[in-house]
Each structure stands twice: as structure tokens, then as C-alpha cells.
């Protein structure tokens, strides 16, 4: 997230739309949150520190991005 998308931000109960790139995403459509793609736990978006720029996921913590990486990367 950089300055210009911090004023995008949303304070309603509305998801918001991401897209998650390298080291930040952007905001696509206003929101407080976005949901964990493995918990579907919500996420502020001050507090997003995951994701998966392939998969353009966003995980609540490290131990669900490392279950969802498990999953996508089985072991041969």
C-alpha cells in the first residue's frame, strides 16, 4: 500500500478489493478489510502484512500463508 491508496481506504464494514503485487497492493475498491483466504478471518488493512501475489490471496499470519503455501506447493 503506498500514500496515495491510504486515502482510498474505507472506515465502512465493506470488504475491499485488492490487488496484491510484490511487496504492496493496491486498492481496487474501498474497504476496512479484506478476508484470509484460509480462515476467513477479517483483516484490516492497516493490519495486512500476507499475501500471495500469484494467487492474489491475503492470509490473516504467517501460519496461514505457510499452510496455503502447503497447499499449493505439495511436497513430490
Same mark, same amino acid.
Given at each position: 500500500?503506498?500514500?496515495?491508496?491510504?486515502?482510498?481506504?474505507?472506515?465502512?464494514?465493506?470488504?475491499?478489493?485488492?490487488?496484491?503485487?510484490?511487496?504492496?497492493?493496491?486498492?481496487?475498491?474501498?474497504?476496512?478489510?479484506?478476508?484470509? *483466504?484460509?480462515? #476467513?478471518?477479517?483483516?484490516? @488493512?492497516?493490519?495486512?502484512?500476507?499475501? !500471495? =501475489?500469484?494467487?492474489?490471496? *491475503?492470509?490473516? #499470519?504467517?501460519?496461514?500463508? @505457510?499452510?496455503?503455501?502447503?497447499?499449493? !506447493? =505439495?511436497?513430490?
Amino acid at each position: 500500500m503506498n500514500a496515495f491508496d491510504r486515502d482510498k481506504i474505507s472506515k465502512a464494514g465493506d470488504p475491499a478489493v485488492l490487488h496484491y503485487g510484490d511487496g504492496e497492493f493496491v486498492v481496487m475498491k474501498p474497504g476496512a478489510f479484506v478476508l484470509c *483466504a484460509v480462515t #476467513g478471518q477479517k483483516i484490516p @488493512l492497516e493490519a495486512l502484512r500476507y499475501w !500471495n =501475489p500469484i494467487a492474489q490471496e *491475503a492470509y490473516a #499470519g504467517p501460519e496461514q500463508a @505457510l499452510v496455503r503455501w502447503q497447499a499449493l !506447493n =505439495p511436497k513430490k
